[in-house]
């Protein structure tokens, strides 16, 4: 039997995933089809390659001898045409990068940069979304994610960044008031928590060897930004990280009480990526950019 023409690639599609799952409504929801739908494409490439991919039982799948031989060559076949579109599409389509990261670090450090990047790298289109929901970045439309943490971040390429002090940070009147007592007596104040990190200021008074006074009250809120903006407006007193916070010490838009209590915490900022994605250009020029705005230092004043 000699073919003159290929099968569709959407049975070729059906047929990998369904062997993959050894279910139809399985491989349906992974195809967004129903599973009728990839019964009918697994029969269309059964009647055009004349033999039977399955052994189908009444609640069971299996793939017949021919089956497990074809799905070889069907695996083998749809890998290479992935990498090869993909080589081909780097090399002559439009670069493009879709980063995630959070509000401040966007508004505050990477946005007013980001001309130096595009002068640079007039090539690469960036894209920010800056949500503050949990980020998926084996399976989502995204090529890098900033993010604060241990750089842990399984099944992921994490790249250290930034090391991050941690310094209590409120109003400059506010701090005039605390600079006469020490953590042990907050008096009126409240505290400003972070609900990603609410160990924050436990962590905090540890590593200082301070003993924190019982606060007026607790304020949660869930980013860096809204954190630093409650500080700004008199609420109470947060925790900055250091240099972030530096623009914001130097205009005097925020100060620190006890500015001998800067303590270095093992978390700091990363840029995570996919490993495949580890030689792509426009990746290595966002990375090696960022790196260099990151000890530049000019940012951060």
């Known amino acids: 039997m000699k073919f003159r023409r290929l099968p569709p690639l959407h049975t070729l599609e059906a047929f990998e995933a369904s062997a993959r799952q050894l279910s139809f409504k399985l491989a349906a929801q992974e195809l967004h089809l129903t599973?009728?739908?990839?019964?009918?494409?697994?029969?269309?490439?059964?009647?055009?390659?004349?033999?039977?991919?399955?052994?189908?039982?009444?609640?069971?799948?299996?793939?017949?001898?021919?089956?497990?031989?074809?799905?070889?060559?069907?695996?083998?076949?749809?890998?290479?045409?992935?990498?090869?579109?993909?080589?081909?599409?780097?090399?002559?389509?439009?670069?493009?990068?879709?980063?995630?990261?959070?509000?401040?670090?966007?508004?505050?450090?990477?946005?007013?940069?980001?001309?130096?990047?595009?002068q640079m790298h007039p090539d690469i289109d960036v894209r920010l979304d800056t949500h503050l929901r949990p980020v998926d970045l084996l399976h989502e439309d995204l090529d890098i994610a900033l993010r604060f943490g241990d750089g842990h971040w399984p099944q992921l390429t994490a790249e250290h960044l930034l090391t991050v002090w941690v310094v209590p940070v409120c109003t400059p009147a506010l701090a005039r008031v605390l600079r006469k007592h020490?953590?042990?007596?907050?008096?009126?104040?409240?505290?400003?928590?972070?609900?990603?990190m609410p160990e924050g200021w436990a962590?905090?008074?540890?590593?200082?060897?301070?003993?924190?006074?019982?606060?007026?009250?607790?304020?949660?809120?869930?980013?860096?930004?809204?954190?630093?903006?409650?500080?700004?407006?008199?609420?109470?007193?947060a925790l900055g990280m250091l240099?972030?916070?530096?623009?914001?010490?130097?205009?005097?838009?925020?100060?620190?009480?006890?500015?001998?209590?800067?303590?270095?915490?093992?978390?700091?900022?990363?840029?995570l990526h996919r490993a495949s994605d580890s030689d792509r250009p426009e990746v290595i020029a966002f990375r090696d950019w960022l790196r260099g705005l990151m000890a530049d230092g000019r940012v951060f004043k």
């Not at 269309?44 to 070889?72: C, Q």
């Not at 006890?258 to 840029?271: A, D, E, S, T």
């Open 35 to 118: 599973p009728s739908a990839i019964s009918h494409q697994i029969k269309a490439l059964e009647s055009f390659l004349g033999f039977p991919l399955f052994r189908r039982g009444n609640r069971s799948l299996e793939l017949s001898d021919g089956g497990k031989a074809y799905l070889t060559v069907v695996r083998d076949t749809l890998q290479r045409l992935r990498e090869g579109s993909q080589r081909v599409a780097q090399r002559h389509a439009r670069a493009s990068l879709k980063v995630s990261m959070g509000p401040f670090l966007a508004s505050e450090i990477i946005l007013p940069a980001l001309p130096s990047f595009q």
């Open 203 to 237: 962590l905090w008074a540890k590593a200082a060897q301070q003993t924190l006074g019982r606060p007026k009250g607790d304020i949660w809120l869930d980013s860096y930004l809204a954190i630093l903006r409650a500080a700004e407006q008199g609420l109470g007193l």
């Open 243 to 271: 240099p972030m916070v530096e623009p914001l010490l130097q205009r005097r838009r925020l100060a620190t009480p006890w500015p001998q209590l800067k303590m270095q915490i093992p978390q700091g900022y990363y840029l």
């Open 182 to 196: 020490g953590p042990e007596n907050l008096g009126e104040v409240a505290l400003i928590h972070s609900t990603p």
